[in-house]
C-alpha cells in the first residue's frame, strides 16, 4: 500500500508560480512511476505530467510543455511538480498517483495509488 498526500496548491495570479509537492509512504518510493493529473469543474480526469522510477524519463501535456516540470527525490520519498507562467485554463484539483511501471504513463489506469487532491486555481 502507498499512501500520497499532496500539498502546495492555492489560488494564484495568472502568470505566477506554485510548486505542488506528493509525499509517499508506506512502500519503496524509488519503484514507483509518479504522475500528476487534473481535474477541472465539470470535465474529466486529465494527464498532466509523469515521471519513471529514477527520474530519467518524463513526459508532459502539450499545453503545459516549457511551463510546468516533474521532478522527483526518492530520498524524500515526495514528487513534485513546479507550474510557473499559470493560466486561468491550469484551474483544476491536481492529483498525484503512483504505479509500478518504470517509465510512467499518460493514462489512469497503470496508476495503482492515489491521492485526495489539491485545488489550484488561477485568476485572471
Known amino acids: 500500500q502507498v499512501q500520497l498526500v499532496e500539498s502546495g496548491g492555492g489560488l494564484v495570479q495568472a502568470g505566477g508560480s506554485l510548486r505542488l509537492s506528493c509525499a509517499a509512504s508506506?512502500?519503496?518510493?524509488?519503484?514507483?512511476?509518479m504522475g500528476w493529473f487534473r481535474q477541472a469543474p465539470g470535465k474529466e480526469r486529465d494527464f498532466v505530467a509523469t515521471?519513471?522510477?529514477?527520474?530519467?524519463?518524463?513526459n508532459y501535456k502539450d499545453s503545459v510543455k516549457g511551463r510546468f516540470t516533474i521532478s522527483r527525490d526518492n530520498a524524500k520519498n515526495t514528487a513534485y511538480l513546479q507550474m510557473n507562467s499559470l493560466k486561468p485554463e491550469d484551474t483544476a484539483v491536481y492529483y498525484c498517483?503512483?504505479?509500478?511501471?518504470?517509465?510512467?504513463?499518460?493514462?489512469?489506469?497503470?496508476?495503482?495509488?492515489w491521492g485526495q487532491g489539491t485545488q489550484v486555481t488561477v485568476s485572471s
Open positions: 515521471i519513471g522510477w529514477s527520474g530519467g524519463r518524463t
Open positions: 508506506g512502500a519503496t518510493f524509488s519503484m514507483y512511476s
Open positions: 498517483a503512483a504505479g509500478r511501471t518504470p517509465w510512467g504513463s499518460t493514462a489512469e489506469k497503470p496508476y495503482d495509488y
